[in-house]
């Protein structure tokens, strides 16, 4: 994961963990198995799920919601 992001703004290992452990607090990752010292981690939630629900957190936060079809 780490080597994902640019060199220049890179995260560091730490970081990264800590990510990826509040996401898998919150179902959103789960463990698959473990490689060595390494843990793999498989998504819960679908992209297009994720990207509905940040979407509608934005919206929330402006005290509005996402239309339900183009023609209301």
């Known amino acids: 994961m780490q ?3 640019p060199a220049k703004k890179r995260p560091g290992y ?3 963990q800590t ?3 509040r996401l ?3 179902k959103v990752l ?6 060595g010292n390494f843990h793999m981690f498989a998504a ?7 990207q509905r629900r940040l979407v509608d957190d934005l919206l929330a936060m402006f005290g509005g ?3 339900r ?3 209301t």
């Not at 819960?44 to 994720?50: G, Q």
């Open 65 to 67: 919601s996402r239309a």
């Open 19 to 21: 990510m990826v452990y």
């Open 30 to 35: 789960r463990r698959t198995r473990k490689v």
């Open 24 to 26: 898998e607090a919150k």
């Open 44 to 50: 819960m939630v679908s992209r297009d799920a994720a």
């Open 3 to 5: 080597d994902a992001f």
């Open 69 to 71: 079809s183009w023609h």
């Open 14 to 16: 730490t970081t990264i």
